[in-house]
């Protein structure tokens, strides 16, 4: 769709600038490139955008969840649109809120092309506030997870020892390494003599947040 004014937040000074461009190409009236919350919200009130295209982890400080969340309570319907390479947000921090209402979320990692995302977006704003289904919710190891589970599997992946993660949580160590049992089995890793449980679970970790190792 041709003229939609759309505002990008993105923490990343060369995908902000590159996606800008691109989603310009495309037809959108790219209003502003923007790295934080604060000024995701003074381009809110700027440019009065009917779409707003997210990146899901803006560094230190608010999410690109919460700043969505701000967006949509200034302006109930504006189109929400996540690009990410997070396949599941819990990745980030186990209890963040839930997406707003209709948003779209979409892996940087899956998209083949720009007219692809362009397609997404303008779904967003066409229909705001439509029921979506959420992909990490429907497919991937992710998807039977519980967020404790999520939370475990971080923990590993910051190289906190089986002792440091239950003395952390007040349980036994026997009730974590029954936990990191379940986040193997979820995630396809058998239990073998040749096979180390924690390494895996940590490069699974990166992979589904986009950073393979």
Partial sequence: MKNVRLILVEDDAFTRATLGDALAHQGFDVKARVATAAEALAAQKECDPQVAVLDLDLGIGPTGIDVAIALRSR????????????????????????????????????????????MQISLAMLKPLAKRSLPWLRSGPLAAMSAIQIEIMKEIAQGLSTTEIARSRGVSEQAI????????????????????QRVQIVRAYFENKGQGI
């Fill in 75 to 118: 302006n109930p319907k504006i189109g929400i649109v996540f690009l990410t390479t997070y396949k599941d947000p819990r990745l980030i921090e186990s209890n963040l809120p839930s997406l707003p209402e209709g948003a779209i979320y979409l892996n940087k990692l899956e998209m083949n092309s720009t007219s692809t995302i362009a």
């Fill in 177 to 196: 390494d029954k936990s990191i049992s379940r986040i193997s089995k979820h995630l396809g890793i058998p239990k073998t003599a040749d096979t180390n």
